[in-house]
C-alpha cells in the first residue's frame, strides 16, 4: 500500500539518502539510514514508526538541516537543504528546554534568535502559553513542571516560529497514558485549525493511526522504508474513531508488519 496523499504539492523529499556513523574506539561505521525515499506533501501529517535504533531521530535530524546525508538528498519545496532553516522547527525526543530560563523565556527562545523585539517576543510568547494550556505557569522552571507540562513548552516553543514544518521526536513518549492521549487530542485540534507539514515520530501504533495521514514503516538499522501506509480515516479525527473498524483493522495490520521483524 503506498497510496499518494492529496493534501497538497509535494514539500519534503528525501532521495536516495544514506547516512552512517563512524564508529567508537575503531570500530567500525554504523549505517544507520539506507536509501530512503520518500516525499511528503504540503499540509501532511506523516507518521514515523520503527524499532529502537532504527534511525528515526537522525532522519529527522536530516530534515532538519542539521545532519547532511552522506549520499542522496534532502529537499525543500524543490531546494535541497543546507541546514537548519526559519522554516522548519523540531520538538526534540527529550524535551530540550533551557533549565535556567522559566516557560516564557523558552517559548520565546527562537523569536530572540530570529530578531523579534522584546515586546512581540513576550506577547506570542503568552498568548502560545495559554494555547498549550500552561497560562499561570509562564514564570516556573523546568524542573518545577510535570513532564506533560515540559512537552507543552516544547510545543510551544516550536510553533512560536509559525514554521511550515514541524518535525516531531517522540514528543508524547514520555507521557503516561492519559496525558498522551490529552496532547494527542490537543495537537489533532491545533493542526485542524491551522495544518503544517508534519513528521511525527513515535513508538506508538496507536498514536501514528491516531494523528497520521500516512504511516512510514522503517526496519531495524540500517533504516529503511519497508512499507507505506495510508490512514483512510477523515479529518477532523473523532474520539471516538477508537473503536472504529477501519482503526482497530490498521493497527492490527501495522502489528503484524512490525512483528514480521
Ligand atoms: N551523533 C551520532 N554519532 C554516532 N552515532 C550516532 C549518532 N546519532 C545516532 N547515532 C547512532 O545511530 C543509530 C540510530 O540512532 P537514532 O537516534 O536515529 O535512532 P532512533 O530510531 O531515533 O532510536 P530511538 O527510538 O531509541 O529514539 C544508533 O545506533 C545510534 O547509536
Ligand atoms: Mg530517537
Known amino acids: 500500500m503506498d497510496l499518494a496523499n492529496s493534501c497538497g504539492e509535494p514539500m519534503i523529499e528525501l532521495i536516495g539518502c544514506c547516512k552512517s556513523f563512524p564508529g567508537q574506539n575503531g570500530r567500525k561505521t ?10 511528503i506533501s504540503d499540509r501532511e ?4 514508526l520503527g524499532p529502537s535504533g532504527c534511525g528515526k531521530t537522525t532522519l529527522l535530524k536530516l530534515m532538519a538541516g542539521l545532519l547532511r546525508p552522506e549520499r542522496g538528498e534532502v529537499c525543500i ?5 543546507q541546514g ?13 528546554l533551557l533549565p535556567w530560563a522559566d516557560v516564557l523565556t523558552n517559548v520565546a527562545f527562537g ?32 524542573h518545577q513542571l510535570s513532564g506533560g507540562m515540559q512537552q507543552r513548552v516544547g510545543l510551544a516553543r516550536a510553533l512560536a516560529v509559525d514554521p511550515r514544518i514541524l518535525l516531531m521526536d517522540e514528543p508524547f513518549g514520555a507521557l503516561d497514558a492519559q496525558t498522551r492521549r490529552q496532547l494527542q487530542e490537543e495537537f489533532l485540534r491545533l493542526h485542524d485549525i491551522a495544518p503544517k507539514t508534519v513528521v511525527f515520530v513515535t513508538h506508538s501504533m496507536s498514536e501514528s493511526v491516531r494523528l497520521g495521514d500516512r504511516i512510514v514503516l522503517l526496519t531495524s ?17 473523532s474520539p471516538d474513531l477508537e473503536t472504529d473498524p477501519t482503526q482497530t483493522a490498521l493497527k492490527e495490520y501495522l502489528w503484524q508488519r512490525l512483528r514480521a521483524g
Open 30 to 39: 554504523v549505517a544507520v539510514l539506507d536509501a530512503i525515499d520518500l516525499t
Open 221 to 237: 538499522r540500517p533504516g529503511r522504508i519497508r512499507e507505506i501506509v495510508p490512514v483512510p480515516l477523515p479529518r477532523p479525527r
Open 84 to 96: 537548519p532553516g526559519g522554516d522548519r522547527a523540531m520538538v526534540f525526543q527529550n524535551f530540550a
Open 111 to 142: 523569536l530572540e534568535l530570529r530578531g523579534v523585539t522584546k515586546q512581540e517576543r513576550a506577547e506570542r510568547a503568552r498568548a502560545l502559553v495559554r494555547e498549550v494550556g500552561l497560562e499561570g505557569f509562564e514564570q516556573h522552571y523546568p
Open 77 to 81: 519545496d524543490g531546494r535541497p537543504v
Open 45 to 48: 501529517l506523516v507518521c514515523i
